[in-house]
């Protein structure tokens, strides 16, 4: 495939990569017996690919160096016969994701950090390759009192207790995926979490509320040493 060619937005990028990872997904799952059949140990060097068309197919590397694209794991075949089926496919997805991956982000190359952000968001929302695979169903991490909300518009406490607002730009890049905390919900209105606005979590329930909802603002959290949300405070005189 020519660069020329290649898609060139984050749509564009995301519609191969899905493309591909269904196709290898296919032939891990729905196409196993047939792609367990073609990697013949006795045979050369041979690699999964998926492509744009849904179509997987296990064949030799490309010949021309530097390749196209980034060229999948090689010699798949080898270690067939040495594993555990499961074990052997298993660490194919691992390898197919990592190639996917590679390839999302060679084509997104002349992205800029917020569009090379919203790519992998859209790539983490899916399963990985191996998931699919083993059966793991993706975990999402909820903020902790500890560790604090790392995302836009929340709040975070150091060490010593002092609550610090870690204030919202738009431009700000490099944060950690906004739907890590998407599970969570306000503790006072049950709205779900949103990046864009400020949260504050109860160092006592441990619960996460929206600011507003609380009435407080990321000027006042910055003098709150250890936050008790409403409820907590109408308990705090009770035995």
């Known amino acids: 495939m020519e660069m020329s060619s290649s898609p060139?937005?984050?749509e564009e990028i995301f519609k191969d990569y899905s493309a591909r990872r269904t196709a290898v997904v296919r032939a891990l799952t729905q196409d196993v017996d047939e792609f367990y059949g073609l990697c013949d140990p006795d045979k050369e060097n041979l690699c999964l690919y998926g492509h744009p068309n849904e179509s997987w197919e296990v064949t030799l590397p490309a010949e021309e160096v530097p390749p196209e694209l980034p060229e999948?794991?090689?010699?798949?075949?080898?270690?067939?016969d040495g594993m555990n089926r499961r074990d052997w496919l298993s660490l194919v997805a691992v390898h197919s994701d990592s190639w996917l991956?590679?390839?999302?982000f060679y084509l997104g190359a002349r992205l800029n950090r917020n569009e090379r952000k919203r790519l992998f968001s859209l790539i983490n929302d899916l399963p990985t390759v191996f998931e699919v695979v083993t059966d793991r169903k993706p975990s999402k991490d909820k903020p902790t009192v500890d560790s604090g909300s790392k995302?836009?518009?929340s709040t975070k406490r150091s060490s010593d207790g002092q609550v610090k607002s870690n204030p919202k730009f738009a431009d700000e890049g490099y944060e950690e995926d906004e739907d890590e905390h998407s599970e969570t919900l306000c503790g006072s209105c049950g709205?779900?979490?949103?990046a864009d606005e400020f949260w504050i979590g109860c160092?006592?329930?441990?619960?996460w509320f929206h600011g507003k909802c609380v009435k407080i603002t990321p000027a006042k959290a910055e003098s709150i040493k250890q936050y008790k949300c409403p409820s907590c405070n109408m308990r705090r005189g009770r035995p």
């Open 8 to 10: 060139r937005t984050v």
């Open 72 to 80: 999948p794991a090689l010699g798949i075949n080898f270690a067939r």
């Open 101 to 104: 991956l590679s390839v999302a």
């Open 151 to 153: 995302s836009r518009g």
């Open 191 to 194: 709205g779900n979490y949103n």
């Open 203 to 207: 160092d006592i329930c441990e619960r």
